[in-house]
């Protein structure tokens, strides 16, 4: 059959934690049945930690919630067998499977800021359900809740007991959470997605609190995640999930270092690493899931794979054993054999020296504060200190990256800098021309050439506009265009300029997937002909191989047409891949700037060191950062970072400025490079190991 | 939390002077001349009995000052003597306005009742025959017309079947409960009244859900409405991995949360019942604010159509005030 094997007996006596065979499920919908999950198969032991991994759509959260049958109405299980221990979990009784559910199988979601109910305190959402499976009495599950929200590292966890959610911070909400899902000391934890919507240095932490269970208590985890190293982080094994398939199935470190499966391979391949040459382009794969509600007969990645023969076509490859304990669903690979490297990609163009002309944009001094309005009539107003003297200046050529954990001012500096914001002091240069305070008529002959890129290719695009509508739109209203016919062309150029068919003016924003869409931003930003491009988080909503897509396309586009571009972004791997120069932000502040290349080889400013080192990525010696970012509502003495810093001595009571500390970096630190911690020794194989056999 | 309701406390005081400011100065800028409908065309043609009349009723003096012994009688609980019945217009209220605070009241305790399971039910077995069934029911109680359904109940209960008593709130012969507060139901308990408790009741129940019906229907339908969307939020998954029972789920999780809406209406409702029990209270021989109401203002009234006004723009106050403190109830985040 399809998709099943025959697994090798267990020497063990007790049957796994939970054993998955060939799971099938569907959703109802009015255009047919749609397969989300199609003969998915895995098991999961005491004390081992599985990771499921897919990009959206491929069917890894619903396999998540049909492992505790959390299904919503229109979605059904059809096929297949999921074991918990022996006990055939779809055969429940809906008083068994409650019985079951958050006692000794538990479940964490992705979202914490909506998984927590906003009128209940945290210590009954905590213990309402160890009470309720009859494990404590009331009483004692109170002790116990506020010894899980500590074990959970939840600060002050007295007090937070008696909280609601909504006086937390995301990082908090998902510590909490984690506490629900083990309160019960669950012998099964899955956990979907739990730090997707977490800062890096958070994550961090959260990751390591998963690593904590499996190890001191034996949980067996199932972790489902966009992100290979996350994943690689914290599992041991991984099933690659592709259309509602899994396609491999093996130890995590031999799939990053050599993937059996074609799209296994382009998923490895398309994440940026910080360990890749700088400026090397990604290796992207093109097309897009199939449409699940027409599946290709043979293989389903045939259409896409750069690997097929003429058997993918017309046969659909079964699960087979490719290695000793690997699976895929691939032909190619059948035999054995490994996939080709991706070809080493040309070294890149050196970057333009950069000369002694002056800067394209310039920040000189920035601050800008939002004064929020008043709680009452004689409350003081309060002022969140947004951006806290920013000094950036952006070359000819140069793509510049700043980064930092949200609400560190990231995106108000982009929207300083292309003036969609007014600052509250300091001043704005483009081109040479001070443009602070300059009225939108003033502003309006230079905005073509000072062009903006959104973060959400959903929301950026006016959906009752063609895109077509949508390019001609700018190129009219600046006059760009003799006639609508010539700008018609213009539009048809454009879109072949980002990889699009002229064709697809016609077409409205929904009929486009994200990453199509982010090229229609892309191109809009273009239509212009712009000198610089300030990107907020432009790749951040999109899977990682149309990630690399549109990276490869901006850089392409840089090239070609010599823009310059600030390239805002919270994912560090990806600024390394993309950028000449870094600006790490902290509390508004720039905290070390210098040359991508070095900052990531040798970061200077101990939160960098943090922050580069909290990146989850197999092989790599990690600092967890405790605390979370000060409120920005008042900003603390001296150093801002002192709080959180292991290197902080009594003269970071005085505010470091940001000085050069080396030739062209630049650092706001009292004692730069004092931090540099202990190498630990690190559990996951490394990916270095493997490839050099 | 306690800044909170002194905060809500102090909005409503403010507000209450504001609506005794606006509704003396409509009432009084407004055309339309009381000396015509009280003193009829013969002695309205006469210069001096007019005059004597206007100073009697303290019409000749300018607004200002009228305005200034308005609120000084309003401060030592004094509405003024009506124009109409020559009784202080608080003695009129105090006459009337239990029969509809009573009647309001229930029609209002009614609506919740059936409302909200309703919606809940409804919302739970989305599109089962409860759903359908609820969906039938909030769209003839909103649709029907009161006189009409008024009618209808009359007919049917009281003159065909013969199970429900005629109008009125009490049997004709019978005498009214003894009691301080003029709510027959509690003043008869208060005297230890037991017929006349039933008889109170029973006088009610067609009035009451006459009254009720549309209220039934807005409340179901908003419930459902919340509720639906309550179910679907994330922390309902949680629950259910929890391995909470389903009715835990709704009742504990759920529903605090969809109640926030249905508070709101509520508020809003029970302050409609008020003021605009007229039909049902005509109907049903309801010697009530509604029809006290309505001959004051054909008769052009001002210090009882004044006194009503404030009674009933007090009443929505009290009750926003009721709204805003259950919203800080329900919901943690209001409370700041």
């Known amino acids: 059959m399809d998709g099943s094997l025959t697994t090798p007996p267990t020497t063990t006596l007790d049957p796994p934690v939970l054993e998955v065979e060939d799971l ?11 397969r989300a999950v199609d003969g998915v198969s895995f098991r999961v032991g005491a004390g081992e930690t599985l990771g499921i991994v897919g990009e959206s759509g491929s069917g890894k959260s619903v396999t998540a919630l049909s492992l505790l049958r959390l299904l919503d109405e229109q979605a059904r299980i059809v096929g297949g067998t999921i074991r918990f221990k022996g006990q055939d979990v779809l055969a429940m009784r809906p008083a068994e499977l409650r019985a079951w559910r958050g006692d000794q199988a538990a479940m964490v979601f992705q979202d914490p800021m909506t998984g927590l109910n906003p009128v209940l305190r945290i210590l009954r959402q905590v213990t309402e359900h160890i009470v309720s499976h009859g494990r404590m009495p009331p009483a004692e599950a109170r002790q116990r809740g506020v010894g899980l929200l500590r074990r959970m590292g939840v600060a002050a966890p007295e007090r937070a007991a008696a909280s609601y959610p909504h006086q937390f911070s995301g990082g908090m909400r998902q510590r909490v959470m984690l506490a629900i899902g083990v309160a019960n000391d669950p012998a099964l934890l899955i956990a979907d997605e739990p730090t997707t919507a977490l800062d890096v240095t958070i994550q961090a932490q959260i990751l390591d609190l998963l690593r904590g269970l499996n190890e001191e208590f034996g949980t067996a985890i199932v972790l489902v995640s966009h992100d290979l190293g996350v994943i690689a982080s914290v599992c041991r094994r991984v099933v690659v999930m592709y259309a509602g398939e899994a396609v491999e199935e093996a130890a995590t470190a031999e799939v990053l270092a050599d993937p059996r499966h074609p799209y296994a391979w382009a998923l490895v391949n398309a994440v940026p690493r910080l360990d890749a040459p700088i400026g090397a382009r990604l290796t992207s794969i093109e097309g897009m ?25 017309t046969e659909h490859p079964p699960m087979l054993e490719v290695a000793p304990g690997r699976r895929a669903r691939c032909w190619v690979t059948a035999d054995g054999r490994s996939l080709p490297r991706p070809a080493v990609p040309a070294t890149p163009a050196a970057p333009a020296a950069r000369d002694a002309a002056p800067p394209l944009l310039e920040a000189r001094d920035l601050v800008k504060h939002f004064v929020l309005p008043r709680r009452s009539l004689f409350a003081p107003a309060e002022k969140v200190h947004a951006v806290n003297g920013v000094d950036i200046a952006l070359g000819r050529g140069e793509s510049l990256g700043v980064v930092g954990e949200s609400g560190c001012g990231k995106s108000t500096l982009a929207r300083l800098l292309t003036r969609l914001h007014e600052p509250t002091a300091g001043s704005v240069l483009f081109e040479g021309r001070d443009i602070t305070h300059a009225s939108p008529a003033a502003l309006r002959p230079l905005r073509p050439r000072l062009q903006m890129v959104f973060q959400d290719p959903y929301a950026s695009l006016n959906p009752r506009m063609t895109v077509g509508e949508i390019l001609v739109e700018p190129i009219l209203a600046h006059g760009r265009a003799a006639s609508r016919q010539a700008a018609r062309e213009r539009v048809g150029e454009l879109l072949t300029t980002v990889g699009l068919k002229p064709g697809f003016a016609s077409r409205y924003p929904h009929e486009f997937s994200g990453g199509q869409r982010q090229r229609v931003s892309i191109a809009r930003a273009l239509a212009l002909d712009p000198a610089a491009v300030v990107a907020d988080e432009p790749v951040s909503a999109l899977d990682v191989n149309v990630q690399a897509q549109v990276l490869n396309l901006m850089q392409d586009l840089q090239q070609r047409l010599g823009l310059s571009y600030l390239f805002i972004a919270h994912d560090l791997a990806v600024v390394r891949a993309f950028c000449d120069r870094v600006a ?11 040359p991508a290349a070095e900052i990531f080889a040798a970061p200077l400013h101990p939160y960098t060191v943090a922050l580069t080192s909290a990146i989850p990525e197999p092989g790599r010696q990690r600092v967890v950062l405790g605390g979370e970012p000060p ?30 500390v080396a030739p062209g970096r630049r650092a706001a630190c009292h004692f730069p490079g004092d931090f540099a911690p202990h190498p630990t020794p690190v559990r996951s194989a490394s990916l270095a190991d493997h490839q050099r056999r | 939390m306690a800044r909170y309701i002194g905060k809500r406390l102090l909005l409503a005081a403010l507000m209450a002077v504001l609506a005794s400011c606006v509704i003396f100065l409509i009432a009084n800028l407004v055309p339309g001349d009381p000396v015509l409908a009280q003193l009829g065309d013969v002695a309205a043609s006469d210069p001096a009995i007019v005059a004597r009349w206007r ?34 217009v608080l003695d009129d209220i105090r006459q009337y306005a239990p029969a509809t605070i009573e009647l309001a009241t229930i029609a209002f305790l009614l609506s919740l009742v059936i409302g909200i399971p309703l919606g809940i039910a409804a919302a739970v077995r989305r599109d089962g025959w409860i759903d359908s069934a609820a969906r039938a029911l909030s769209l003839l109680g909103v649709s029907a017309p009161t006189f009409w359904l008024a009618f209808m109940m009359l007919a049917i209960f009281y003159g065909g079947l013969g199970w429900a008593p005629g109008p009125g709130r009490i049997d004709p012969i019978a005498f009214p409960p003894e009691g301080p507060t003029g709510l027959f139901l509690i003043d008869s308990i208060w005297s230890g009244d037991w017929e006349g408790f ?46 909470l029972h389903e009715w835990a789920i709704i009742l504990r999780h759920a529903l605090p949360n969809a109640l926030v809406p249905v508070v709101t209406l509520g508020g809003l409702a029970y302050a409609n019942l008020l003021a605009g029990a007229v039909m049902t209270e005509t109907v049903f021989a309801w010697p009530g604010l509604g029809r006290y109401t309505f001959t004051s203002a054909a008769a052009l009234d001002f210090p009882a159509i004044v006194g ?21 109830l329900l919901d943690p985040r209001v409370r700041r």
């Not at chain 1, 932000?585 to 210098?594: F, N, P, T």
């Not at chain 1, 970072?641 to 292991?646: L, V």
């Not at chain 2, 859900?209 to 969307?229: E, K, P, Y």
């Not at chain 2, 723009?313 to 800080?328: E, G, H, K, Q």
Request: glycine share 6%.
């Open chain 2, 55 to 88: 100073a009697k009723w303290g019409l000749d003096l300018p607004l200002w000052e009228r305005y200034g012994i308005f609120l000084t009688g309003l401060l030592h609980g004094d509405l003024g003597i009506s124009i109409a019945t020559h009784r202080p």
């Open chain 2, 198 to 243: 039933q008889d109170s009741l029973a006088h009610l129940v067609l009035p009451s859900i006459v009254l009720a019906a549309a209220t039934i229907g807005l409340i179901t339908r908003t419930t459902r409405a919340a509720m639906l969307d309550s179910l679907q939020q994330d922390y309902v998954r949680v629950s259910r991995a929890k391995g």
């Open chain 2, 308 to 328: 009503i006004t404030l009674v009933v723009s007090i009443t929505f106050l009290l009750v926003n005030l009721a709204v805003d403190l259950s919203y800080a």
């Open chain 1, 24 to 34: 099938r499920t569907v959703f109802l919908t009015d255009a047919g049945v749609v």
């Open chain 1, 584 to 594: 790490v932000m902290y509390l508004g502040r720039i905290v070390e700037e210098g």
């Open chain 1, 631 to 660: 409120s920005t509502l008042r900003l603390p003495e001296g150093c801002a970072f002192r709080a959180r810093c292991p290197v902080a001595r009594a003269a970071c009571a005085e505010p470091p400025p940001l000085r050069e």
């Open chain 1, 289 to 313: 899931p199939p449409d699940p509600l027409h599946l290709p007969q043979g293989c389903r990645f045939e259409p896409r794979c750069p690997f097929k023969i003429a058997r993918c076509a």
